[in-house]
């Protein structure tokens, strides 16, 4: 049953899997509500929707411990509303009544916690004016062979995508070349090897508003829970640059031993660009310039970015750049037999012998999944009998700030039978979903803000390892990789030969039309598919593996001069 009168209330997408057992435990598919969107409103505007719903439950759904910070700000906006009642659902699917006097504890929890961030980002604000002028400092590797990896991300929700896929990446290759790993993270370990140790990093239980003064607040708590918790320094800490967080600096000056610093493009420029933006973004920027400035070693992903560096002042001796990767054991097309892959299929309602063609993400605004839409929405209005008769099916994994407009290309007047939106689903799943495709579709788009694309998209070299049929842009790095490809300007009229080499199918990035085109010619190519998909495969298992991407940073760590470090 579908109605008007039941809401649900989140900050962040819910998975297809806990979004069905949601469903199914309070009887009803409601009405979502996502706070992202509403916080664009004007707060007069904010107030008359949410006294305007006329609703009868309004359901606050919890998918994942870490989220509990933000339940105040989610009561607090449940006692403005007009619903008859208010219960939290928690990841158990326990429903928890929310008396609507409640909310004035809640929201009294708010303000303290709102005074304690704006103490706490005041005086990051003063470390990093010290810090940002103070000069790095020769250190020596610790005893022993245990790294420290620091992941400070706050990923609310679901952990999916290319970022987990990179953490665990560059964990599990730390461990198989021999590193003592503990891995210090709020989120609960995922797709880790027994031998990567780990290390809870606790939130604050109730964030405060603005949520980016909090982020300070965490990172303190941060710092603090490491010197409690680490006795012996470690060889070298390792950590992955996040917003407003800077406790690698702050441990390895103290400990005296190497940083290396994950650089994966400035979280300024991302929350500008893609994001929601960062009302202080002198601090967050002081942040970024701190890690930087005293990193021994800067890891990134694309020499794009070793370009931006530089011109941020980064000499380049202390830079060195690798491709994100994939783990081939992981992404191993034989993991999955084909009663499984049939199973799946079913489940999803798509015919066994359908031609599937797939796109997993984040769905993020540089993914270009909404290019893809369009793509999908010409070739329906066009070709629908076609694409009958060859039974080609599309399929969206995935959720995120694209969504909307995936769902306007792909909403009425529109035969949607030919696609099927699965929702965000578990990293660790991917592979599987990945096995009933055909044809894996890669359509980034350029910067909107005209500057060069940065990104090394990890989607692309887990289609690799697949032995996927790629379709995907011709962008920066992208384009590089797989060069050795077919170009939707110039597709072939013959069968591909014995000694066929290139990877994928090419396509201007943004361009619907080549896209269509590119589309076209790979569903109707089923020889081209197996040739693609087995050179990919090829390509990614010789250049593009986690232990290489690895092996390139201890190289590098071994390579600085005031370390030492013996490999």
Known sequence: ???????????????????TRFEQSVGVSPVYLDYTELRKLRPLGFIRKMRNLRATTLLLPVEDELSRCILPL???IAAIADAQSVAIVHPDLRA??????????????????????ARDMAYCARELAALNVAPRLAKAPGRGSTALYINANLWFGLKAGGSIGHVTGVA?????????????????????????????????EVFGLPFEKSFYTFHRSVVAQLERAIVTPPAFVYQRMSSANYGGVVMSRQWGVPLVLEYNGSEVWVGKNWGRGFRYPHVAAAAEDACLRHADLIVTVSDVLVDELVERGVSRDRIIWYPNCVDPAVFEPTRFSNDASLALRKRLGIDADAIVVMFIGTF?????????????RGMVERDAAALRAAKVHFVLVGDGVKMPLVRTALSAPFDNSFVTMTGLVPQDDAPRYLAIADVVVSPHVQNSDGSRFFGSPTKLFEY?????????SDLEQIGTILAAGVHAGALPDDEPTADEGRLAVLCPPGD??????????IVGQPAWRRVLGRN????????????????????GLGAISNTGVSL
Request: glycine share 6%; no cysteine; charged share 20%.
């Open 536 to 555: 990919a495969r090829s390509e990614a298992l010789t250049k593009y593996t986690w232990a290489r991407h690895v092996s390139a940073i201890l190289d």
């Open 364 to 376: 993020g605004a540089w993914h270009g999944v909404d290019v893809f839409a369009q793509a999908i």
């Open 1 to 19: 049953m579908r109605s008007a009168l039941h809401y649900a209330l989140t900050t962040y997408p819910l998975s297809r899997a806990f979004r």
């Open 74 to 76: 989610l009561r607090g």
């Open 464 to 472: 690799m390892a697949m032995g996927k049929a790629i379709v995907a």
């Open 512 to 521: 619907v039309e080549a896209l269509i085109r590119a589309l076209r010619f």
């Open 96 to 117: 928890e009544r929310v008396r609507r006097s409640s909310a004035f504890g809640a929201m009294a929890g708010l303000t303290r916690a709102s005074v304690v961030a």
């Open 172 to 204: 599990n290759g730390l461990s198989g070349k021999g590193w003592q790993v503990l891995l210090a993270s709020p989120s609960p370990p995922t797709m880790l090897t027994p031998h990567v140790e780990t290390l809870r990093l606790r939130v604050p």
